[in-house]
């Protein structure tokens, strides 16, 4: 079965330093893989997606991950974290034709000024 | 005007009523989703909906139900509502390729004391 996993419950990082958040996956196939962002309140945003060609993708806010077929993981990296940045994120995998989306159990970001 | 409309955004109720949370979108997409988030627990799939007379079971869909009156409009009801349901409740939609992602509204946060 399909399942992602999200192994940091929990991060804090101070501002301007470097973000990674990490994202394991489990799936049979050649995954569609997401990466969303939810701040207090408010729904879910798309930071990025990743289907098919280049393993490093880029997406909004600064943010990019990078997808490893070998070990199974598209890590969500961000260079320097703003303030803004502070905020709930969820990675998902897509489940092959159904157009389900399984979720990851989330990692709040905390940011220290 | 939001692309995903949920209603309401936030209610309170008491075990045993029965609850109905709307969902409409504008985006002209046929699938809709309705997922639920607990903390630490990210997001659940409960029904998903493909047109309006394909309506599919997600992984936690016992003591719901749902409707799809129009392609623009997907409805999710408790019957009879209980505390371990208190949550926040998404209603997303997709385009129809696999490819794309999910479009989230703002949630309603429903509470059964």
């Known amino acids: 079965a399909q399942s992602v996993t999200q192994p940091d419950i929990h991060i804090t990082v101070s501002e301007g330093a470097s973000l990674e958040l990490r994202c394991n996956y489990s799936y049979g196939a050649t995954p569609y893989l997401f990466w969303y962002v939810q701040s207090p309140g408010q729904g879910l945003q798309l930071l990025l997606k990743y289907f098919s060609g280049d393993t490093l993708v880029q997406g909004i806010k600064g943010f990019e991950a990078e997808f490893k077929r070998s070990q199974s993981s598209f890590n969500l990296r961000k260079p320097s974290v703003h303030w803004s940045d502070a905020a709930e994120y969820f990675c998902?995998?897509?489940?092959?034709?159904?157009?389900?989306?399984?979720f990851g159990q989330g990692t709040t970001l905390q940011v220290k000024p | 005007d939001a692309d995903v409309t949920q209603t309401p955004r936030n209610r309170i109720t008491k075990t045993g009523k029965r609850i109905m949370l709307e969902c409409s979108q504008t985006k002209g997409h046929d699938r809709m989703y309705w997922y639920r988030q607990d903390p630490g627990l990210g997001l659940r799939l409960i029904y998903y909906?493909?047109?309006?007379?394909?309506?599919n079971k997600g992984e936690i869909s016992d003591g719901y139900s749902v409707s799809r009156q129009a392609q623009a409009k997907f409805s999710l009801s408790l019957e009879s509502a209980i505390p371990n349901q208190t949550a926040l409740y998404f209603c997303a939609t997709r385009p129809n390729a696999n490819t794309g992602e999910l479009f989230f509204g703002e949630g309603s946060r429903l509470t059964v004391l």
């Open positions: 909906s493909f047109d309006v007379k394909d309506i």
């Open positions: 998902a995998v897509g489940a092959g034709n159904t157009g389900k989306l399984i």
